[in-house]
């Protein structure tokens, strides 16, 4: 026998009491009472047994026989619904057990027709039944997601925040207090020379004494020639030896101290670049912090009958909630966690769960990309979202520079739960397995970052410090990505040393050019995005600079911009090859370095 808690017994109990209650020598109530407390998986057998004992204290004789066999009938009428549907909505419950009541009173000749129990009555009775037992039963019990015993989290780390933060500004005021110390560097080193070669001199009294001292001007002008990298002319030479006897030692001991002075110079720039590193991975620790900082709001509390009237629908479609949670994301949108099974062991599928949870909700929902189709008898976690506005359709046309055998150029669509889509382009330096690998590695390291769910600055950043710690033989990356949000068709661009973009609507083409550094080829990264509200049916065109470039005219962006306008078509990968086509027309059919052309193009949903 299933077990029982103390709740589900009483209520068992509480049927037997009903039994006593009659409307003009009828019992409505015991037939809408047993299906509305059936139908909340209770024992049959227990629920059963309760019935019959207070029909036969409470009723007559052949009136307690006629119910105890509608009982029976309509208990196995609900199962069999069970089984054909997976599950038993109310509304037919109650008309199964006033019919079956109603067939069997007639059948049997107890009441005559003017005393039948209304088919209406019953039927209302079972679905308002079933609503009260359903609240009974899962009265206080907790859905959400347990409370957090650590209140002060969010508070805690907002103060490392900061405190990264602040060692990031000590690095970044240590490398500053270097950047404009040329002059004083400078007449350093002059003091230097000085004391070598005029302390042992007999003269130094006249050469420096005088003032103004014209050994002063000679001696900078050999300086500024040499810190500059060149090599100090004749007549520097001889206006030196005017004034000094010394001339051709003080030339020599130069050239000895700034050979020393420039390997001490590379090896400090080198302690200064690492200084900005670890300042930028400060700041990029900062960021993760303020991102994990911006908990989600847990609703179970303030929306607990929304939940129940979820359960409550899940419970007539035949799905058992486990778990279920209603939780806020920090851009106000409405997300559901939930664990579900089946009630029977079938299969139900989910988009009966989303479009019952979507009318309680009055939004449509979705599912995760990889989440099942069905819902079985294992308990399985679903994630749920609001669903996009819109839907996005991309395309790719792709060209290999001339006798290569790889292209350097990679590419990436990547659709975020939180119902994002990246657009992404990164194109290596050179051609070939070496530029692959960079470019691969760099648009692998910001997808990584933007499914553990961080902000696209955040990612970026992180990411270029990692390209900077890595950097080998100056190889450097481009990086175009474009983040749709397919809410609001808000698009925001960011180009770290990447080729213009196009962004195509019904009769114009609006170009976005941006001028930066190749990844990795600084520590600070300053990565601005461009933010575009894009509408049904616009387009986006992202191209390496190999397809500009080979172009062969004084103003490939505006030669591009016509090219893209006068392109009709509606399908993006129509769109990308149609582009390298007419790309190939001006270079003449030959690829004088690797090129792709990504287009991608957003629609209302229905």
């Not at 949870?357 to 749920?384: M, N």
Request: hydrophobic residues 45%; charged residues 25%; glycine residues 8%.
């Amino acid at each position: 026998m299933k077990k029982m808690n103390a709740r589900q017994m009483m209520l068992c109990m509480a049927g037997s009491v009903m039994c006593s209650v009659g409307v003009m020598g009828c019992y409505p109530l015991v037939p809408a009472y047993f299906a509305a407390l059936y139908l909340e998986r209770v024992s049959g057998p227990v629920l059963l047994g309760m019935m019959y004992i207070g029909m036969f204290v409470f009723m007559p004789t052949a009136a307690a026989v006629k119910y105890a066999v509608a009982l029976v009938v309509v208990m196995g009428a609900i199962r069999l619904v069970e089984w054909a549907n997976e599950g038993c909505p109310s509304y037919m419950a109650g008309s199964m057990a006033a019919i079956i009541t109603m067939i069997l009173s007639v059948a049997g000749g107890l009441l005559e027709w003017k005393d039948q129990p209304g088919i209406l009555f019953i039927l209302g009775a079972v679905i308002l039944f079933n609503r009260a037992l359903h609240m009974i039963l899962h009265w206080g019990r907790k859905a959400g997601v347990p409370e957090r015993p650590d209140g002060g989290r969010e508070e805690r780390l907002m103060g490392y925040a900061e405190s990264f933060q602040g060692l990031s500004q000590v690095f970044h005021s240590m490398s500053a207090a270097h950047q404009n110390g040329d002059a004083e560097e400078l007449g350093q080193i002059q003091n230097e020379l000085t004391g070598k070669i005029c302390a042992s001199c007999d003269a130094c009294a006249v050469c420096w004494e005088r003032d103004p001292a014209p050994l002063y001007g000679a001696l900078s002008g050999i300086l500024s020639a040499i810190w500059n990298g060149e090599t100090p002319g004749e007549e520097k030479k001889q206006e030196l030896a005017q004034y000094c006897r010394h001339s051709s030692d003080m030339v020599e001991e130069a050239v000895r101290v700034f050979e020393r002075v420039s390997l001490n110079r590379a090896w400090y720039q080198r302690l200064v670049e690492n200084r900005e590193v670890i300042a930028e991975q400060l700041d990029a620790m900062a960021y993760i912090m303020q991102d994990c900082a911006r908990e989600e709001k847990i609703l179970d509390v303030g929306e607990r009958h929304v939940l129940s009237e979820i359960q409550y629908r899940a419970k007539e479609q035949g799905i058992v909630v486990e778990e279920l949670h209603l939780i806020e994301a920090v851009d106000g949108r409405i997300r559901i966690d939930a664990v579900l099974k089946s009630r029977l062991g079938g299969c139900v599928a989910v988009k009966t769960f989303l479009a019952l949870s979507g009318a309680v909700l009055g939004k449509k929902l979705r599912t995760t990309a990889d989440a099942r189709t069905f819902i079985a008898k294992e308990p399985f976690r679903f994630l749920i979202y609001e669903d996009t506005a819109y839907r996005s359709v991309q395309g790719i046309a792709r060209v290999k520079k001339d006798e290569a055998k790889i292209s350097g150029d990679n590419f990436s669509f990547l659709e975020l739960e939180r119902g994002e889509m990246l657009l992404g382009l990164s194109d290596g330096m050179g051609s070939g397995s070496s530029a692959c690998k960079e470019s691969e590695m760099v648009l692998d390291l910001v997808e990584r970052f933007l499914e553990a769910g961080f902000s696209m600055e955040t990612a970026i950043r992180m990411m270029n410090s990692a390209m900077v710690m890595k950097g080998e033989n100056d190889i450097y990356s481009t990086l175009d990505l474009c983040m749709v949000n397919l809410y609001s068709g808000m698009a925001r661009l960011y180009k770290v040393g990447a080729a213009a973009a196009f962004i195509r609507r019904e009769d114009e083409v609006e170009c976005i050019a941006s001028e930066n550094l190749p990844v990795g080829a600084r520590a600070h990264l300053d990565a601005k995005p461009r933010e575009i509200q894009l509408n049904d049916g616009d387009f986006i065109v992202m191209v390496t600079d190999g397809v500009l470039e080979y172009l062969h005219v004084p103003k490939p962006e505006e030669t591009m911009r016509e090219m893209i306008l006068s392109i009709k078509t509606n399908n993006p990968g129509i769109l990308a090859k149609k582009i390298m086509d007419r790309v190939m027309l001006f270079t003449g059919g030959r690829a004088q370095d690797d090129m792709t052309v990504l287009a991608a193009c957003i629609w209302k949903k229905a």
